[in-house]
């Protein structure tokens, strides 16, 4: 698939089929993790693959029951747990190197972004699911200290088409040479 075909077609899915993703599938779409640029190529990622239907319950209690993406957690066969590295990506010599402080969130928004775009063009959905209680969360899959969740992106074979969001049109949001 072309990837600019890739990027207008791809959607948000909340709703999976219980079939499940192919070994293949999955490590072409952690391959694309893999080759997801970095902050000097620190790779602060971490990705936890869940598959047991009680982890995937556990998760899902982390999820507030207002987001309408909490079923999804139980519904597709994976979920991907992106996970981050503190106090790496953004820094030089141990010191914070730019005014925006962690750039964690920064390189694991490029990994999620490779993941999802591998994922469609693998015939795969995924879901950016983010509001969530990232601490408890941390808790149920016993991170260490220097790693946090970021996000969950459950991972399958969408079970209904979804439709295009408007968009802004690009003269709204593009400036040339200043403000």
Same mark, same amino acid.
């Given at each position: 698939?072309?990837? *600019?075909?890739?990027?207008? !077609?791809?959607? /948000?899915?909340?709703?999976? *089929?219980?079939? @499940?993703?192919?070994?293949?599938?999955?490590? #072409?779409?952690?391959?694309?993790? +893999?080759?997801?640029?970095?902050?000097? !190529?620190?790779q602060p990622w971490e990705v936890i693959v869940v598959d047991e239907p009680e982890m995937?319950?556990?998760?899902?209690?982390?999820?507030? +029951? /207002? !987001?309408?993406?909490?079923?999804?957690?139980?519904?597709?066969?994976?979920?991907?747990?992106?996970?981050?590295?503190?106090?790496?990506?953004?820094?030089?010599?141990?010191?914070?190197a730019t005014v925006h402080g962690d750039w964690v969130m920064f390189d694991l928004g490029?990994?999620? +972004?490779?993941?999802?775009?591998?994922?469609?063009?693998? $015939?795969? $959905?995924?879901? *950016?699911?983010?509001?969530?209680?990232?601490?408890?969360?941390?808790?149920?899959?016993?991170?260490? $200290?220097?790693?946090?969740?970021?996000?969950?992106? @459950?991972? $399958?074979? @969408?079970?209904?088409?979804?439709?295009? @969001?408007? #968009?802004?049109?690009?003269?709204?949001?593009? *400036?040339r040479n200043g403000w």
């Amino acid at each position: 698939m072309d990837v *600019h075909e890739c990027i207008l !077609n791809r959607r /948000s899915m909340r709703k999976y *089929h219980s079939r @499940p993703v192919e070994k293949e599938k999955l490590d #072409r779409v952690l391959a694309a993790i +893999q080759w997801a640029p970095s902050w000097v !190529n620190l790779q602060p990622w971490e990705v936890i693959v869940v598959d047991e239907p009680e982890m995937k319950e556990r998760l899902q209690q982390c999820v507030p +029951q /207002s !987001n309408p993406g909490r079923k999804s957690l139980l519904q597709a066969p994976l979920l991907l747990v992106m996970c981050g590295r503190q106090g790496l990506s953004g820094f030089y010599k141990g010191e914070q190197a730019t005014v925006h402080g962690d750039w964690v969130m920064f390189d694991l928004g490029i990994a999620c +972004q490779n993941l999802c775009l591998a994922a469609w063009a693998e $015939g795969l $959905g995924t879901l *950016h699911l983010g509001l969530l209680d990232h601490e408890q969360a941390g808790r149920v899959l016993g991170l260490p $200290g220097d790693v946090k969740v970021y996000e969950i992106i @459950p991972l $399958g074979y @969408p079970a209904k088409e979804s439709t295009a @969001p408007k #968009r802004r049109a690009i003269e709204e949001f593009v *400036h040339r040479n200043g403000w």
